[in-house]
């Protein structure tokens, strides 16, 4: 890790936090943590950030999905017939936010492999920091807890307008989780202020954005850093 002058890379209490965005989940485990932490370090090469960041899905992904329904199937231990809790994998849907969605959902979907996979393809136009949408690929929404992952909430506005393609989809906000590794209180705002029904997940809330809506002291470009671009 870097040795010049540290600064705190929080932006308050977890209390503030908890009044402010009632739907936020900050999980904290110090697993994740510690991987997060690998994650922000720039010398941290491509492939170890990609592991990284499936590892991390996989230890949020035990939290997000504490909330889905069970069912029951009959099964067979070798001494007696049992009606068994089970999750119908199908009716889960893993949907990430490309490119940097995509790292996270692959942690996802080794924990649910009968989980459906959509695709919002995004980026954030460098001028006015908007969302561009360029693909959307969804499986139906009928019935389905949907879970939409990207690592870094920035302005909000990538999130929002995420959400916003899957309301059109037909799926309400009451199915939707938001998956994140980090994110900015200014980009919380937004977000809840425009999907409050929506529970956000993250490992870390920031200090702020900077004057290029980057997240600080966050861990720079995630798609980049990911894919080895740039
Ligand atoms: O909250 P926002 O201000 O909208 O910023 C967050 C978005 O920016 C990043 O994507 P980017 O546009 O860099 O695309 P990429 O994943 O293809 O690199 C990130 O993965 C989010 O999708
Ligand atoms: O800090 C940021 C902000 C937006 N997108 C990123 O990848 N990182
Ligand atoms: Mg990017």
Do not use: W
Request: aromatic residues 6%.
């Amino acid at each position: 890790m870097t040795e010049t002058a540290a600064t705190d890379a929080h932006a308050g209490s977890d209390r503030d936090f908890a009044t402010r965005f009632p739907n936020l989940h900050v999980l904290d485990h110090p697993l994740i943590l510690h991987k997060l932490s690998h994650m922000r370090d720039r010398s941290t090469s491509t492939k170890t950030f990609r592991q990284l960041l499936r590892e991390i899905a996989l230890l949020m992904g035990y939290e997000i999905t504490r909330a889905l329904p069970i069912t029951h199937e009959e099964i067979d231990t070798p001494l007696e017939r049992v009606a068994a809790p089970v999750i119908e994998g199908k009716k889960v849907a893993v949907v990430p936010i490309l490119r940097a969605g995509l790292g996270m959902a692959d942690g996802l979907t080794e924990l649910m492999p009968a989980s459906r996979i959509g695709h919002v393809g995004l980026y954030r136009d460098e001028e006015t920091k908007e969302p561009v949408e360029y693909l959307v690929k969804l499986p139906k929404a009928e019935g389905r807890t949907f879970i939409l992952v990207d690592p870094m909430l920035a302005t909000g506005n990538s999130a929002v307008h995420a959400v916003d393609v899957l309301n059109r989809h037909g799926v309400a906000d009451e199915q939707i989780r938001f998956m994140a590794l980090i994110a900015a209180p200014e980009g919380l705002a937004v977000f809840t202020r425009a999907h409050p029904q929506v529970p956000v997940y993250v490992a870390a809330v920031d200090r702020c954005l900077d004057e290029n809506a980057y997240i600080r002291p966050g861990l720079g470009d995630a798609g980049d850093r990911l894919f080895g671009t740039r």
